[in-house]
Structures are given as C-alpha cells and as structure tokens.
C-alpha cells in the first residue's frame, strides 16, 4: 500500500515509516521537522517537509491507500502553559490533514492517541470503556481528535482507529527517542547514566503508590509500532475503533530508575521535587482489545529490553 505518515521524522513515527518500509509498503513522510529529524526519516521514504495544516497542497494528486496521523505537540507540561498551541497543532492541524486526505478518498487513518484522555482513572488496568476525563490540554486535544474520526467514521468519509498508547520507550534500527528539551523518564535517566546529565529529579514520592512515586505502563515502541501495521489493515469502512496499548504491568518512577541503573551499571544521583502538574498517580492499560481484535502481542515486554535498546542507541550516538 502506499502510506502517508505524518511526524515520520519523529521517535515514534521514525518507527512506524521503518517497519512499514520492511514490510514492502511505499512510504511518504510528512514532517516539519520542528521536532523531528531529518535523519531519522528511513532511506526510501519520500518526505514532504511541511505542516500538516498545508497537507492539502503540500501532496499535489498524491493518491494514499492509507495513513498514519502522529505529527502533534505531545508534552503535557508545556500544553498546560501553552494550550492554544495544542488545539492549533493537534486539532485543527488534525482537522486541516483529514480534509485533505477525505477529498483524495484515502479510506484509512491510524491516528496516535494516548492514554492521557484518561486523565486519572476511575480504575486500573485502564480498558477503553472506561470514561476519558483528560486533565491537561494534551489530553483534551488527542481526545477531541478521537471524537473527530468517530464523527468522521459515522458520516462515512473515513475509516479510522486510534491508538492510546501508554509509556513508549526502547529505540528499534538506531532510532530512539532525541527531544530537546527531553522530559520523558526513560531518556533522561539514561542521559544521567552516560553522565551527558547530572542527576535526576523525581516528581513527587507522595503518590498513594507502593513507593510514592508515579505508576506506568511501558511498551516498547517496536511493539507499538507492530500495533499500527495491524491497525491499518484492521480497518473498515465508516468505522472507528479505540484501542489502548501498553503492557498491563507498571512500574514505579523508582523501579524505572533502579532498572536504568542495574541495565547501564552507573550510579544515578537522585533527589526529589514537589509533584509536576498533570500527573497521574497510576496509568496502566488493559490491551485486551488489541489482543483480541487486532491479534497484537507485544514481544519485547520487558524494561530491561527497553531501556537496553534505549541506552544502546544513546551510546552509539555519543551525547544527549
Ligand atoms: N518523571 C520524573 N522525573 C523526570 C521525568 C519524569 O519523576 O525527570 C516522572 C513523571 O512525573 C511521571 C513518570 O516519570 O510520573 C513518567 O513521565 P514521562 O514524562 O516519561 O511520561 P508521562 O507519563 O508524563 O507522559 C507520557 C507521554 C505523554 C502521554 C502520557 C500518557 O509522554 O505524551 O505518557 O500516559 F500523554
């Protein structure tokens, strides 16, 4: 099939563009490398540098049989300081990117959700039935992009899945994850096992969890990226399902550390700060649905094969 996917010079997306490549797809990357990579994009992708906003003139008659929508703002922190820029990035650039898909007839759209729509769930592991009460703006734009491929779906111009992933981390094909500024966990610790970093801070041990630090599901973002390429093929039309993906098994922000130290065998220095807003105490996702109708297992569950790829792609690259 011939695929658009948008953010493909990112971690995630990188991934996603790099598998369907091996698998014998064509690939066009749109991408506006404000966070992305130029050298992440995989050789034999065509990239289309630009906003997702300007899809519709950026791609000419390119015809698609399908899509992969991940190009967003995705930090949590920085969509409560700043959250017209999440509606403008993530919705209406959403919005701009489905009009333009919708008038070349593509049928299918894979769209990168995330377990933050959840917010702080009712209960634990998290299924999609349960209720989304995002508490960040992150959260409420992924949310309402959800809503937009079911209304999207029900009206019959599209068929779409989204995809609430939980904790990604791990690197596949020397692509790992490279934010600047970085603020994910895994990174970070592993930036302070090379020494690139002094030390990490731990955001709040007064959570009602077994060591007061904040509870998440880890998968690594091969698996994940397994995920899209059943997804994409998954699709009917008119239709849009909901699948969360994540491991079903959490871990501490200090089991995560102590994981990173015994993986690399490097000391972390830790000390701990008040609570970062928009965190919740315990996300964890029940991936029986993507189990059952996607017919996806993870195969790298555990947070030694993470963070042991992770770190891997880090050493090779020298710093950061
Ligand atoms: N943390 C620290 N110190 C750090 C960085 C993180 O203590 O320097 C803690 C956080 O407070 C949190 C945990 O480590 O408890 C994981 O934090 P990350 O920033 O790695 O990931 P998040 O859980 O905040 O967010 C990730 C994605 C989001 C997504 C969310 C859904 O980055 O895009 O998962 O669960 F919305």
New binding site residues.
């Given amino acids: 099939m011939r695929i658009l996917v948008s953010g493909g010079a990112g971690y995630i997306g990188s991934v996603v563009a790099t598998r369907l490549l091996e698998i014998g797809h064509e690939v066009t990357v749109i991408d506006d490398l404000s966070t992305g990579h130029r050298d992440a994009v995989p050789d034999g992708a065509r990239l289309v540098l630009g906003r997702v906003h300007d899809a519709g003139s950026l791609l000419g008659d390119e015809r698609f049989d399908g899509a992969v929508h991940l190009a967003a703002s995705?930090?949590?922190g920085e969509s409560i300081e700043n959250p017209e820029k999440y509606w403008e990035n993530n919705v209406v650039g959403t919005r701009r990117l489905l009009d333009a898909l919708e008038a070349r007839g593509v049928p299918r759209i894979v769209f990168s959700s995330?377990?933050?729509v959840y917010g702080e769930p009712e209960r634990v592991p998290v299924d999609e039935g349960a209720s989304a009460h995002p508490v960040n703006p992150?959260?409420e734009s992924k949310l309402a992009v959800d809503e937009m491929l079911a209304g999207d779906g029900a009206a019959g111009r599209i068929g779409a899945v989204s995809l609430r992933?939980?904790?990604?981390a791990g690197a596949y094909r020397g692509r790992g994850e490279r934010h600047d500024p970085e603020?994910?966990?895994?990174p970070?610790a592993l930036q302070a096992a090379l020494g690139t970093r002094r030390g990490?801070?731990?955001?709040?041990d007064d959570y009602p969890t077994r060591d007061g630090?904040?509870v998440?599901d880890y998968i690594h973002v091969a698996d994940l990226a397994e995920a899209h390429l059943g997804a994409l093929c998954s699709i009917g039309a008119g239709a849009h399902r909901v699948y969360n993906l994540g491991n079903g098994a959490g871990f501490t922000?200090r089991e995560?550390i102590a994981a990173v130290e015994a993986v690399t065998g490097a000391a972390i220095a830790v000390t701990v700060s008040g609570r970062?807003a928009g965190?919740p105490a315990v996300?964890v996702a029940s991936s029986a649905r993507a189990q059952d109708e996607l017919g996806w297992r993870p195969e790298r569950p555990t947070l030694d094969e993470m963070i042991r790829d992770a770190w891997d792609v880090l050493r090779a690259r020298g710093s950061r």
């Fill in positions: 995705s930090l949590v995330t377990a933050a992150y959260g992933y939980f904790n990604v603020t994910h966990l895994v970070i990490l801070v731990v955001y709040g630090t904040c998440r922000v995560v970062r965190d996300l």
